[in-house]
C-alpha cells in the first residue's frame, strides 16, 4: 500500500495495522486481505483459501459446464427438431456464441461496478443472473414453437446466461486477488481457473450418466425424451450455483479494497480525515461532532466515486499501464479465437477421432459423442490446469504464457498440416497435447495476469475489459468457424488459430513478470512520486 516504496514488497500484515479490529470475532477468516502460511509450498492451501476456492471456484466451474454442454444439447436438438439434420448454420452459431455475446457485456458492467461501487456490493448478482437465465433456458417451449424459433429463444437467454458467467470473471479473480498472499496469489487464481475443467468433464459425465437412464425409451425411437435428457444436464447446474449464491452475498468487503479506497493517494485514511474534520467543527482536540465527521466522510466517498472514471482515464494515459492492458487483452482475444474455436466446434474433431456418433441408434450417436467428449476433456484439459497450479510461483506467468502459446501453434501447426493424413490415436495425442497447452499456458495464465498487474484500485475494470477482448475473439470463431470451414477447409481454418498463437506470444513481451510483483506498492510510489513533482 502506500507505505510500500519496492516493486516485490509484500502487504503489511493486518495484525500490524493500527485499524485492525482487536476483536477476533469482528472479522471472518475471509475478512483479511493476507492469508498466513510462510512455511508450506504455495500450492498448499490454507482453510481460509480453500474456502475462498469453493466460493470463487464455483463461478468457472459453471463457466465450463454451461459453456461446453451446449455442444452436446445442439446434437441432441438436431433429433429433437430437424430428424437428425444438421442445425440451421447461422442459428447454431448463433445458440452457440449467445453465451459469449453475453460475457461481453457482463465481464465489462460487472468489473466497472465492482471498482465503483465495491466488491460487496456486486459479488453474488452475476450467480442470481445465471441462476434465472438457466430456468429460463430450460423453459424453452420445443413443442409449441418452430424449431428455428426454439434455436432462437435458447439463444437469447443463453445471452442473460452469458452476462452472469461473464461477471463472475472479474468479480471472482478479484475477490481472490484482494485476499490473497503475493506469494501465493497466482496459486490461488489458477486453482480457481481450474474448476474450469472439472466443469467440462462435469458436464461430459453428467450427459453421459443421464443419457444412459434414456437409453430403453431412446432405444424405441422417441426422440422427443430427449427433451427431458437437455433439460435435465442443463439444470444440474443449479445445484452447486445455489449452493454457493448466500455465501457470495454475505461475503465481508476485503481489507486490501478498502484500504485502496481511502488511501490510494495521500496515505490517509478515512478515520483520520473523520477525526481531523470533528476536531475543526468543534474547535478542540477531541472530537465530538460525530454528524458533521459522518457527512464529511460520505461526501469523499461521494468525491471519490465520482472521480474514478476520470483516474482510471488517468492512470491508462501513461503508456507504462497502457501497453499492460494492451497486451492483457490482445493477449486474451488472440488466445480466445483459438480455443473457443476448437472447443465450441468439436464435432470436427470427434469425426476425425471417430467418435462424431455418424452412424447407429440415435442413442448410440449420443453416447459416442459423450464419450468422444469426456476423453478430450480428460486427457488434456484437467492435467494442464494442475501443471499450472504447480509451476505457476516457480515458472512465473510470463514464462508459461509464451511457452503455451509457441506449443500451441506446435500442435496446431501439426494438425493443420496432416489433418487428413493422422491415425486416430496420433490425431488424439496431438490433440491432448494441443489441450495440455492450452491450460498449461495461456487459457491460465490471461486471466490470472490482469487480476496481478494492475493496481486494487482499477483491477476489476481492468480485468474486465481484458476477459471482454477474451471473448469478443471467442464470439469471433463461433460465428465465423462452421462458414470459414465450408469456404476455405478446416486445415486452413487452424493454420490462422497458429498464427493467433504466435502473436499471442509477442503481445505476452508487453507484460512484466508479475511472480511477487505488488501493484499496489507501485501505485502508491508512483502517486508519490507525481506529488513530489507537483510540489
Request: charged share 20%.
Amino acid at each position: 500500500m502506500a507505505g510500500h516504496t519496492t516493486e516485490n514488497a509484500e502487504p503489511t500484515p493486518p495484525s500490524s495495522r493500527s485499524d485492525t479490529p482487536t476483536n477476533a470475532n469482528t472479522r471472518t477468516d475471509l475478512s483479511s486481505y493476507e492469508i498466513e502460511g510462510e512455511g508450506r509450498p504455495p500450492f498448499i492451501l490454507s482453510y481460509p483459501e480453500v474456502k475462498l476456492l469453493g466460493i470463487a471456484g464455483v463461478g468457472f466451474f459453471l463457466d465450463a459446464y454451461d459453456l461446453f454442454i451446449i455442444n452436446p444439447v445442439a446434437t441432441m436438438l438436431q433429433f429433437r427438431l430437424f430428424g437428425g439434420h444438421s442445425l440451421p448454420s447461422n442459428l447454431e452459431g448463433f445458440m452457440k456464441a449467445g453465451a459469449n455475446i453475453g460475457s461481453v457485456i457482463g465481464q465489462f458492467a460487472f468489473g466497472f461496478s465492482a471498482d465503483y461501487f465495491g466488491r460487496k456490493a456486486v459479488y453474488g448478482k452475476e450467480l442470481m443472473l445465471i441462476i434465472i437465465a438457466t430456468i429460463l433456458c430450460l423453459t424453452t417451449p420445443t413443442g409449441q414453437l418452430s424449431p428455428n424459433a426454439c434455436l432462437i429463444y435458447l439463444g437469447v437467454f443463453r445471452i442473460l446466461l452469458g452476462i452472469g458467467v461473464g461477471g463472475d470473471y472479474p468479480m471472482s479473480a478479484t475477490i481472490s486477488t484482494d485476499r490473497a498472499h503475493v506469494r501465493r496469489r497466482g496459486v490461488l487464481l489458477s486453482y480457481i481457473f481450474a474448476n474450469q475443467g472439472w466443469g467440462s468433464f462435469a458436464g461430459s459425465l453428467a450427459f453421459i450418466i443421464v443419457l444412459t437412464c434414456y437409453k430403453s425409451v431412446l432405444d424405441k425411437g422417441e426422440t422427443s425424451k430427449l427433451d427431458g435428457v437437455w433439460r435435465i444436464v442443463v439444470g444440474l447446474s443449479l445445484i452447486p450455483a445455489f449452493g454457493t449464491l448466500y455465501q457470495r452475498l454475505t461475503l465481508p468487503e476485503s481489507k486490501r479494497f478498502e484500504d485502496a479506497k481511502r488511501d490510494a493517494r495521500d496515505a490517509e485514511s478515512l478515520d483520520t480525515l473523520k477525526e481531523k474534520q470533528a476536531t475543526e467543527d468543534n474547535g478542540s482536540d477531541k472530537p465530538k461532532d460525530t454528524t458533521t465527521a459522518t457527512t464529511v466522510a460520505a461526501k469523499e466517498l461521494l468525491d471519490a466515486k465520482k472521480n474514478h472514471f476520470k483516474e482510471f482515464l488517468e492512470y491508462f494515459s501513461e503508456w507504462r499501464h497502457l501497453k499492460q492492458l494492451i497486451g492483457t487483452s490482445m493477449c486474451w482475444f488472440l488466445l480466445d479465437i483459438a480455443f473457443y474455436g476448437i472447443n465450441l466446434n468439436q464435432n470436427v474433431v470427434l469425426q476425425q477421432i471417430g467418435f462424431d456418433g455418424s452412424s447407429g441408434s440415435t442413442y448410440e450417436r449420443l453416447f459416442h459423442i459423450g464419450i468422444g467428449n469426456l476423453i478430450i476433456t480428460a486427457l488434456g484439459f484437467v492435467p494442464g490446469y494442475y501443471a499450472t497450479v504447480f509451476t505457476i510461483e516457480y515458472l512465473g506467468r510470463k514464462w508459461i504464457q509464451i511457452q503455451g502459446f509457441l506449443f500451441e501453434a506446435l500442435f496446431l501447426g501439426i494438425l493443420a498440416g496432416r489433418f487428413h493424413s493422422l491415425s486416430k490415436v496420433s490425431f488424439i495425442v496431438c490433440f491432448a497435447f494441443l489441450q495440455f497447452f492450452f491450460n498449461f499456458g495461456a487459457n491460465t495464465t490471461t486471466y490470472c495476469y490482469p487480476a496481478e498487474v494492475f493496481p486494487t484500485k482499477f483491477r476489476a475494470t481492468a480485468h474486465g475489459i481484458s476477459a471482454a477482448s477474451g471473448k469478443a475473439g471467442a464470439i469471433i470463431s463461433a460465428l465465423a468457424f462452421n462458414s470459414l470451414s465450408k469456404d476455405i477447409g478446416t486445415p486452413h481454418v487452424l493454420w490462422i488459430f497458429v498464427g493467433c498463437c504466435l502473436a499471442g506470444a509477442v503481445f505476452t513481451l508487453l507484460l512484466p513478470e508479475v511472480k511477487g510483483r505488488d501493484p499496489d506498492a507501485i501505485y502508491a510510489e508512483e502517486l508519490r512520486a507525481r506529488a513530489r513533482a507537483r510540489a
